[in-house]
């Protein structure tokens, strides 16, 4: 059997393609696109209740008397990055912030946590996807030119409430990504199989106060070249996410809340928005 992203880049599995495949890798990850973007606007009911959850926006409606940023407001973006290994699947790159890190990120992580790599947007950047891509190029040093984004997520809300949104892109080919990691932002670099957040193994969850609310954070445990790893918190919610477009199909856990979101677009994304 051809591996998974493969499948999913023929036009077998994309609901918008032509009839007529092509062998082209820029191709396949237009139709890809397509697949993304109609499974976007496919998961919302006709309600504006998405269907698939992962974020602690979930928890938003309970904190009505906690000002929020506004929904067009995006404050920072994250690259989930994926690439196919030929055995098991997608895979994701993720990070473990440095030790020395300040704790006063814009993504609300603590030194030593694990992270996607992503930060604020700044003045120079032209959208979500140009944030990620610098970022992952300053943290990790991956080439933007590696790198097809595909698609733009719905923005999640971090837990000091910024609109933080994931920007899910891939790497043709591995091999070519040499990581050059920012030793003062970033201390380790792993990957982990993405449909291992659609998964009951390895995962817990534990209620912990958001915004004076009390919400079921989920845990993933993940052990790497004999390192042991915790997914947590907004990453965690967030792969849970993208595995979701990715493979189409709901986590086997229940995980948070469903929000209620308005049919509007936000700007620069594919999803609708809180």
Known sequence: MRPL????????????ASSVPSSSPSR????????????SSSSS?????????????????????????SASKIHAAVLVCLFEDPQGGPRVLLTKRASSLSSHSVLGKLPGEVSLPGG??????????????????????????????????EPFLSKN???????????????????????AEVEDI?????????????RRTKEMNWMGVDIPVQFFDYEADGKKFVIWGLTAHILT?????????????????????SSAPISGTTEPKP
Do not use: W
């Open 5 to 16: 992203l493969t499948r999913l880049l023929t036009y077998t599995h994309i609901a918008m």
């Open 28 to 39: 396949r990850l237009a139709r890809l696109t397509g697949h993304l973007n109609c499974s």
């Open 45 to 69: 009911s006709s309600s504006g209740e998405l269907t698939s959850v992962g974020a602690p926006t979930a928890a938003a409606e309970a904190v009505s008397a906690r000002p929020r940023p």
């Open 120 to 153: 604020k947007v700044e003045d120079g950047d032209a959208d979500a996807k140009a944030t990620a891509l610098r970022e992952a190029k300053e943290e990790i040093g991956l080439d933007p030119a590696l790198v097809s984004v595909v698609t733009v997520l």
């Open 161 to 183: 409430g910024l609109n933080v949104v994931p920007v899910i892109g891939m790497i043709s080919d591995k091999d070519l990504f040499k990581a050059v990691l920012n030793k």
């Open 190 to 202: 792993f990957d982990a199989p993405l449909e291992m957040f659609l998964k009951d193994d390895h």
């Open 241 to 261: 996410r993208a595995a979701a477009v990715i493979f189409q199909r709901q986590p086997s856990f229940v995980e948070l809340p469903r929000p209620k979101y």
